[in-house]
């Protein structure tokens, strides 16, 4: 009943009938070898008319892990997860759906692989919730593909699966600077004084996001003219202070005679339909909507097209919302509460009714029927339904974005965070986490949601910083902001009418830290940077589970700590009033920088195991590998806004250790072409003093700006040794 096949170095796939294609992997498969098989070992499978359960006896030591962004923990086992995108924005932990669906797991046990079911609608994992012992997969169709990777390794699991679906696309380097955004920063003059106070406070920042309310009545790719006056000198101005400004762009377009983007897609038949084949309206912002067919081509490459008059004025740089897609609801549900409301209409008394009455009322509201109601014209198919292929919508739309963004400048990276998701958006775009709550909890969710995001391709990646819904203390934003200062996106988001959390909203002393943390992210940006190359290059996870680097029984159980690249482990604190927090070291001794900005906090030496490390609010729990380096730069106000001309080499060196600065141009695909140079760095111990080397990979394109080297080298006792090279061309 299936059809199997091998590829790659160590995968199966299992095809079920004759699934449609999602595009979530790049390797071609139409030249494969299958033979017809009836078993997907190791599962039990049971297949019944409506679709195929796969199950599998876990023991108690089994962990799973992946599943990209979802609640849970680190360690999926005792919940079940429904991966159908939804529009959810209050993430509390029963909550079984997101924004993305990334059907892919890693089994930890006697025997270890991987499992990827391309499947674009509701799956269930069912994680040893129903039954604590059992794995189900359940796919409610005969038709899709299932991915087996046969494999005791993590990052050989993650690796094959990457070269399966793809490397991921590599934002701009101011990319890894520090962003605000607010829902919403409405007119230009709010954003000039959001500017100007980055720039006053001396607190660098790179981008200033445009919400909604930039638009004139919610009509996507239009800008309010009076709250915006000469918006295009206006992103001049900005652009030449530093500040990139990232619009938001929905997928849904008001039904508007005379509006270019709906005439223009109605005329195209770009929409999707409804079951009469007339263009399916929902409401969301804008009132009446109708939403693009971003599953056809050729709609998508109208979309992308879409973009040419914000490119044209000089904005690479968007999010993309809203595309799972969310549908606040349509006529019909609002019919169905008018007829609710005519009900209950002059009655004083509903007896027991209102038990039943009362959820029948919000029925309509975001209404998962509705993804039943709409259709998608495929070429050579007959139109297929919307829920059916629901989670690829968002991927669609995002990819449509950046196509089209990559065909008006060739040669110019965009910057493209989606809000939806699937296995495969990573080549063309980044994510955030979406609407989480300013609570304490939510650290800890966004520590294990980066962490599994990453093994599903997503290395760029991050949430709201300070937390989107409801008020946030200065505390709680302090924390986060040490934590996101350690995730690729760095971006504080809150919203309307929620307490503003910029880092000036609080007192004096939040901002003094706040600026200190964001100057030592900076200060990290040629770090983060390199190995962020690197991991793309390699194939393994930026943001790195501790597992995954230092296998073991104790590394499996560590959720709220990770590696930030190849170097460096973060333990950032994460509860209220807590000042320090337990942390694990494996193998090796660790080198602890309590950090609270780039030139502060004590370092010493850790011996690996268990430790409780104090962290007063302005402190982060940083630890460098033993013979691991990190370097430092000096901080900018923006990327790119200075040569970098000297680096600072820390870290712990008991035998010898070396890290290689990659040099890019930051912002063109010219480092796909091999235009990057180099800076390696070495150091070896001897007996009383270390042995540091140089060498210098140049391409006269990019020439490395770097002429000095400061070395701060701590040895096994904790002996600090300062020394510098200079750095010439010769060496
Ligand atoms: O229904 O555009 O997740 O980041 O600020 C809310 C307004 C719509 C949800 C996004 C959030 C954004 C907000 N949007």
Redesign the pocket.
């Given at each position: 009943m299936f059809k199997s096949a091998t590829l790659l170095n160590f995968t199966t796939i299992f095809r079920a009938g004759d699934p449609l294609q999602t595009d979530a992997v790049v390797h071609p498969l139409d030249k494969l070898l299958f033979q017809e098989v009836s078993k997907i070992p190791p599962f039990e499978v049971i297949r019944d008319d409506d679709g195929v359960t796969l199950s599998l006896q876990m023991k108690p030591q089994d962990r799973i892990f992946g599943l990209g962004e979802n609640l849970g923990g680190l360690n999926k086992r005792g919940k079940a997860y429904r991966l159908y995108a939804k529009?959810e924005?209050s993430h509390t932990p029963e909550k079984s759906s997101l924004y993305g669906s990334h059907p892919f797991c890693m089994i930890d046990g006697e025997s270890s692989f991987g499992i990827f079911v391309d499947y674009p609608s509701e799956i269930v994992f069912d994680v040893g919730f129903s039954r604590s012992d059992l794995l189900s997969i359940r796919i409610p169709s005969h038709n899709f593909d299932l991915y087996i990777f046969q494999n005791e390794k993590s990052t050989e699991i993650v690796r094959e699966f990457l070269r399966l679906t793809g490397a991921p696309y590599v934002p701009p380097k101011w990319a890894f600077g520090f962003q605000q955004?607010r829902?919403?920063y409405p007119d230009a003059s709010s954003i000039r004084s959001v500017a100007e106070n980055f720039r006053k406070n001396d607190i660098p920042c790179d981008a200033i996001y445009m919400?909604?309310d930039y638009m004139q009545d919610y009509k996507i790719f239009t800008v309010d003219q009076k709250a915006f006056p000469r918006f295009e000198s206006f992103v001049k101005e900005m652009g030449e202070q530093g500040f990139k400004l990232v619009p938001?762009i929905?997928p849904g377009v008001k039904v508007e005679e005379g509006y270019s983007v709906y005439e223009d897609g109605k005329k195209k038949g770009f929409f999707c339909v409804d079951k009469d084949g007339k263009e399916f309206v929902g409401s969301v912002?804008p009132g009446s909507t109708h939403f693009p067919d971003f599953l056809n081509p050729d709609c998508r490459l109208w979309w992308g097209n879409l973009y040419k008059d914000l490119v044209k004025i000089g904005i690479n740089s968007y999010w993309n919302?809203?595309n799972e897609p969310?549908i606040f609801f349509t006529p019909a549900g609002l019919k169905e509460l008018a007829d609710q409301l005519e009900y209950v209409a002059g009655k004083e008394d509903l007896g027991k009714d209102p038990v039943d009455f009362l959820p029948k009322l919000w029925r309509w509201w975001h209404s998962e029927d509705t993804y039943k109601q709409f259709y998608h014209k495929l070429p050579q198919r007959s139109p297929v339904c919307h829920h059916d292929v629901h989670n690829l919508y968002g991927f669609n739309m995002a990819r449509a974005s950046a196509e089209g963004l990559r065909r008006l400048s060739p040669n110019e990276r965009y910057f493209m965070l989606s809000?939806s998701s699937y296995i495969g958006l990573h080549r063309y775009a980044v994510v955030?986490t979406?609407?989480n709550h300013s609570w304490w909890e939510h650290l800890l969710v966004h520590m294990r949601m980066i962490q599994s995001l990453n093994m599903a391709g997503f290395f760029y990646c991050g949430s709201?910083v300070g937390g989107?819904n409801a008020d946030a203390s200065s505390e709680l934003v302090v924390r986060w902001m040490q934590l996101g200062a350690f995730t690729p996106l760095f971006r504080n988001?809150s919203?309307?009418g929620s307490r503003q959390q910029e880092p000036w909203a609080f007192d004096d002393e939040a901002l003094s830290i706040m600026r200190e943390v964001i100057k030592l992210r900076y200060a990290m940006i040629p770090y983060a940077y390199s190995e962020f190359l690197r991991a793309v290059q390699k194939l393994t996870p930026f943001i790195s589970p501790l597992f995954m680097k230092f296998p073991s029984e104790r590394t499996k159980q560590c959720e709220d700590q990770f590696m930030f690249g190849d170097s460096l482990m973060v333990a950032p604190v994460h509860a209220v009033n807590a000042t320090g927090r337990y942390v694990h070291l494996p193998a090796g001794t660790w080198l602890h920088w309590k950090a609270s900005g780039p030139n502060s906090g004590d370092r010493k030496v850790l011996a690996a195991g268990d430790h409780y490390v104090s962290a007063e609010l302005s402190e982060i729990p940083l630890f460098i590998a033993e013979n691991k380096l990190i370097v430092l730069s000096k901080p900018q106000n923006y990327v790119g806004e200075e040569q970098i001309e000297s680096l600072t080499v820390m870290g712990l060196v008991t035998d010898c250790a070396s890290f290689t600065v990659i040099f890019d141009d930051g912002h063109s695909f010219d480092y796909e072409k091999g235009i990057v140079s180099t800076l390696e760095i070495e150091i070896a111990k001897q007996s009383s003093s270390y042995d540091a080397r140089v060498k210098i990979n140049q391409n006269p394109g990019v020439p490395v700006t770097v002429k000095k080297l400061h070395f701060e080298i701590y040895d096994q006792q904790g002996k600090v040794s300062k020394f510098e090279r200079e750095v010439n061309l010769a060496q």
């Open positions: 529009d924005s955004c829902y919403s919400d909604i938001i929905d912002w919302d809203m969310a809000r955030w979406g609407d709201d989107f988001h919203t309307k």
